[in-house]
Each structure stands twice: as C-alpha cells, then as structure tokens.
C-alpha cells in the first residue's frame, strides 16, 4: 500500500476531479505537481490499474478508481469513529465542541457570538480547527468537527445542513494611488463604477483557498481579466489595512469596518447581483441536533445579525 496516509489521498483525488488539472490540483493543495502525480502514479502501480480517466474532462473515476475510493472513505469514516471514541473515553466529564473555521474570518467573526454561548454553558469547552474551507469541510463531513463556520453557503456539499444570518455586500476600497480615485469622495454610489475596471487595478487579496479569494477569481474568470496582484494574506485585517495605506484595491466584506476617509480612498459599495456573501453554520446533515447544539446557532445567529453595529463600535 501507498506510504502516504489514506486521508491525504482522498484529499488529493477529490482535488484532481473537482479541478481536471494536476497542476491547479497541486496548487489548491499547498503541494508540487510533480509530488501530486509521483502519489497517483505510485498507487497505480501498486494496484496496477489506472484510477482516473483522464481522457476527457471533466476527469473521472474508473471502475476500479470508485472502489479504491470507497475503501480510502472507509478508512477515514472509521478513523474519524476511532478518535470520537477514544475522545468520549479520554474526556469523561469534559464537554466540548469542534468548531471549523478559517483564521481571518474566526478573527472578527467567532468573538461576536462564542463568549455569549459560553457564558451559557460554562462547562463546556471549544476546539478550533483554523484551516481552509477545503479541509474544515471534509472534517465535517467525516464527524471529526461538530460544526464548520464559513462564507458562501450555496457551494457547500450537499450532505451538509447550513443556517445562514443573511446575504451581504461587498465595498471596494480604492485609495489615491489608484487610477478610479475619485478626490475627496467618501462613498462612490453603488452601480456607478464598471466591476472590470477595478478588477483591472493593481490589487491586494486574501489568500488562494478563501472563500473571499474564490468569489474573486470567479470575477476575475467571468471578466476575462488577468489580474494585477501585488500582494496577499490570510488576513482580511491585513488586506484592509494595506488598501487604506494607499498599496492597491481590495475587497471587503461588509462586515469588517472601513474607516471612512476620503483624502485617502474611496468606498464603493459594489451590487450585490455582482458580488455577495453570506455567513453560515454548517453541520453534517445526519446529526441530531441537541439543545446545547442549538443554543450555539441561536448565538450566531442572534450576534451575527447584530456584526455591523459591534464592528462600527470596535472600528
């Protein structure tokens, strides 16, 4: 059997199937190309048979690929089993909750309902997975996380239950260096600016693998516009806060608090038809929802609606 571990695998098949390219695969997976084909091509030929047909896109699973990939997914369901019953055992007494969430988005987003629920349940204790959306994903899907927080609900899969605290813009912040800066206008009028033109300024963004950085290039693929960028972080505070020091354009959800400033940059509230978010909850659809379960969504929800008002007050 292969030497690297079952879970990586099934990581790297989904991604080479969701992608039909090696090389977007390897790069959506923090790994080489030549890595990524070294794995399938040794699996292969251990099992000397070929896993995916890759004569036409979109790639697909061969008939000996879909039962390697069941017995990979077996393997994982039963370890995920393993470390929940170790878990119980291990923690007797100890009540906790696995929470995913992707680290620039927990930074503003988990301290406007988790202290509220905790002060709840003060017995109780959570446990971060701080990983791309991808990952948190699979986690939960596979039972090894309670719950998975993230942006853009209508792309999760299928067998996941997701409550959301609504649909949300987006704004631009288009400082003085840019060509589009109008002088000493705090907010440019929603709809008045052509999205492809900003598109086409240099551009500060958040990492490959956000939610936010795939809207984006969704834009970017939609627009035909090879983009401009100058500049990337995991952090949405850092991507701001470059943007307002005059480095590039950014987009903002708006929920992060922008400082209006008009000698400085612009704000413009980009349609929502163009460019939109949601904030979601998300557990795996098979799971019985207890009431302490409940009391966590009740949180976000209620303290989520409440963001733009606590975000103004902490800007």
């Not at 799971?287 to 007050?313: C, M, P, V, W, Y």
Request: charged residues 25%; neutral net charge.
């Amino acid at each position: 059997m292969s030497k690297g571990y079952p879970q990586d695998i099934l990581y790297y098949i989904d991604a080479i199937l969701k992608y039909s390219n090696y090389g977007k695969a390897a790069k959506s997976l923090y790994i080489s190309q030549p890595y990524l084909t070294q794995v399938i091509k040794r699996v292969e030929e251990q099992l000397n048979c070929e896993l995916i047909s890759r004569s036409k896109l979109p790639y697909r699973l061969t008939e000996q690929g879909k039962i390697y990939y069941q017995y990979l997914t077996s393997i994982e369901n039963n370890y995920a089993k393993l470390l929940r019953e170790i878990s119980d055992v291990s923690d007797i007494g100890s009540k906790v909750i696995k929470i995913g969430v992707l680290p620039s988005l927990g930074t503003y987003l988990l301290p406007l309902f988790l202290p509220k629920f905790l002060d709840m349940h003060p017995n109780y204790r959570v446990e971060l997975s701080e990983a791309l959306p991808d990952k948190n994903e699979k986690l939960t899907q596979n039972g090894e996380l309670d719950f998975w927080i993230g942006q853009n609900s209508r792309n999760i899969s299928p067998n996941l239950n997701s409550v959301s605290w609504g649909k949300h813009g987006y704004r631009a912040i288009i400082p003085r260096s840019c060509d589009l800066y109008q002088k000493d206008v705090t907010i440019i009028p929603e709809g008045t600016m052509d999205i492809s033109k900003i598109l086409s300024q240099k551009m500060i963004l958040t990492s490959k693998g956000s939610a936010i950085r795939k809207q984006i290039d969704q834009l970017l693929s939609v627009y035909k516009v090879e983009p401009k960028i100058i500049m990337e972080s995991t952090e949405i505070y850092t991507i701001r806060n470059l943007a307002m020091s005059n480095l590039g354009v950014t987009f903002i959800p708006e929920s992060v608090y922008v400082k209006e400033s008009p000698s400085e940059y612009n704000i413009y509230q980009v349609p929502m038809d163009e460019l939109s978010i949601d904030y979601f909850i998300a557990y795996l659809s098979e799971r019985k929802l207890t009431s302490i379960d409940k009391d966590l969504i009740d949180a976000f929800l209620t303290h989520g609606q409440n963001s733009f008002n606590i975000g103004e007050q902490n800007g």
